[in-house]
């Protein structure tokens, strides 16, 4: 895809969230904040953080448990993992999904910039097979398009916290940032 392309398809993408969470009965963004909400902080697209890469899926999907920010254990099944390299740092995500049938990955992370520039408890990304999926069998993985979970909003909702098996040991600076009003 064309990098000016790309990046209008990333503006965009911010534009109709912020739309959303400014306006929509379900936005996460409790009522009473939504008059001083003024958009989500953005790092500016950067196409060194967009992969196009083979998921390496398990042959054995071993199921992991775990516990959300209300105290509920998940189960997921570790359906396989992305090998990458973010600068000269050699990284592996794991990619999991609810149900063996979906097409959908769920892929959370925590970086050298959670708590610092990013939400504390990790960001996530989804990975829709029709979207993210190549023709040539590979998957797009692309940070810039990495989400807070609605709890960095809201203490009403519950969210995966990111396992250490997928806790990156070098800054993501793609993305969404900090929720600025928490």
Not at 163 to 173: F, G, Q, R, S
Request: aromatic letters at 16%; charged letters at 30%.
């Amino acid at each position: 895809m064309e990098i000016s392309k790309w990046k209008e398809d990333i503006q965009e993408e911010r534009n109709q969230k912020d739309m959303f969470f400014s306006y929509h009965y379900q936005s996460p963004i409790p009522f009473e904040e939504r008059q001083q909400f003024k958009g989500l902080d953005y790092y500016p697209p950067d196409p060194d953080f967009r992969f196009g890469i083979e998921l390496h899926k398990h042959e054995e999907k071993k199921i992991l448990k775990i516990n959300d920010s209300q105290g509920n254990e998940l189960a997921f099944l570790r359906w396989g993992e992305f090998r990458f390299k973010i600068g000269d740092k050699e990284c592996t995500l794991q990619a999991y999904k609810s149900d063996p049938h979906e097409e959908r990955l769920f892929v959370p992370f925590r970086d050298e910039t959670s708590g610092k520039e990013t939400y504390g408890a990790g960001r996530y990304l989804d990975l829709d097979y029709e979207q993210h999926h190549t023709p040539d069998g590979k998957w797009i993985l692309d940070f810039n398009s990495a989400y807070n979970p609605w709890c960095a909003y809201n203490d009403a909702y519950a969210c995966p916290f990111v396992d250490p098996e997928n806790w990156l040991k070098v800054a993501v600076h793609a993305g969404e940032k900090k929720y600025s009003s928490r």
